[in-house]
C-alpha cells in the first residue's frame, strides 16, 4: 500500500519493495520493521514472507512487488514521493533489472518528485552508472554516526539531480562532514520505547556545518519515546530547509 505519510519531509510513500536486512546500528530500532510485524498480523498480504531472524523479521524478507510500478502513473497530483519507505531499493536482493524498472516508472511521470534513500551505498555506487538519472530523482544516504560517512563519498559517484544526507536516527557527533556535493541534509532522533537519545550540540554542529556550506537543513525531530514526544524546535526555530531547486 502507498499512502499519504506523515514524516515530515515527504508527502507520499512507494513501496515497490518492501522488507530489508539489518546493514548498521541505525537501523536496530528501525520503525519499519515494528510496522511489518503488526502488518503481518493484521494479514496485509504484502507482508506475509518473514526475513531471517538475526537480520530482519516477521513479515520483513524482501519482497518485489510488480503491480506497486503502476501506483505513481495513478497519482494525478504533483506529490513528493519517498520511495522504499519499507524497504531499501538497493538491498542486494533486489535484481538490477527492477531497479532500472523503478526508475523508468519515476522518469515516465515528471510530475511527481522521487526520494530514494538507502544505507546500501556502495552497491548504489557499483550500479548508479548504469542507471538513467531523470532530474526528478533525489538521492540520498542515511549517516547515522561518523563511521559511516564514507556513504557520501558512494554518494557523490553517481549523477542525481539532488543529493542528500539523512542523519535519522543521528546516534553521534558528525563533525568536519565533508558536504561537498550535497545539496540537503536531515537531521532527527531516534524514537521508539528503546530510543537512543540524541545530544543538542550533535544537531548545532549539523545545522552550522549546512549553513556555512550552503546545504539545506531540516531537522525532523528530538525523537522519544514518540516521534513528536520532543518536539522540531531547535533553538527556538523550525527548519525546513529544502534544496534550492524546491525552495525557490
Not at 551505498?121 to 557499483?126: Q, T
Not at 552508472?129 to 556513504?151: D, H, K, T
Not at 558536504?179 to 544537531?203: F, Q, T
Amino acid at each position: 500500500m502507498s499512502t499519504n505519510s506523515a514524516i515530515e519531509w515527504t508527502e507520499a510513500t512507494w513501496n515497490p519493495t518492501t522488507g530489508c536486512d539489518r546493514t548498521s546500528p541505525g537501523w536496530d530500532n528501525c520503525y519499519a520493521l515494528t510496522l511489518a510485524k503488526r502488518l503481518k498480523a493484521m494479514g496485509s498480504s504484502k507482508y506475509q514472507a518473514d526475513g531471517d531472524p538475526r537480520t530482519s523479521g516477521p513479515g520483513f524478507r524482501l519482497t518485489i512487488h510488480d503491480d506497486a510500478l503502476e501506483i505513481p502513473r495513478s497519482w494525478r497530483t504533483p506529490r513528493m514521493i519517498f520511495v522504499n519507505s519499507m524497504s531499501d531499493l538497493f538491498h542486494p536482493d533486489v535484481p538490477f533489472e527492477f531497479i532500472e524498472r523503478v526508475f523508468a516508472v519515476m522518469a515516465e511521470t515528471p510530475r511527481h518528485t522521487f526520494q530514494v534513500l538507502t544505507k546500501r551505498s556502495k552497491r548504489l555506487a557499483e550500479v548508479g552508472s548504469r542507471l538513467a538519472w531523470p532530474p526528478n530523482v533525489w538521492m540520498g544516504v542515511s549517516v547515522e554516526s561518523a563511521g559511516y560517512a564514507f556513504r557520501l563519498n558512494h554518494l557523490r559517484s553517481v549523477d542525481a539531480a539532488v543529493r542528500f544526507v539523512s542523519a535519522e536516527p543521528l546516534l553521534g557527533p558528525l563533525n568536519d562532514l565533508d558536504l561537498d556535493g550535497i545539496d540537503w541534509l536531515i537531521a532527527g532522533g531516534e524514537s521508539g520505547p528503546s530510543a537512543r537519545p540524541m545530544e543538542s550540540k550533535w544537531v548545532r554542529s549539523l545545522r552550522d556545518q549546512c549553513d556555512d556550506a550552503g546545504v539545506a537543513f531540516f531537522f525532523k525531530q528530538w525523537g522519544g519515546r514518540t516521534p513528536k514526544a520532543g518536539g522540531r524546535e531547535l533553538d527556538g526555530a523550525i527548519h525546513d530547509g529544502l534544496p534550492v531547486s524546491v525552495a525557490s
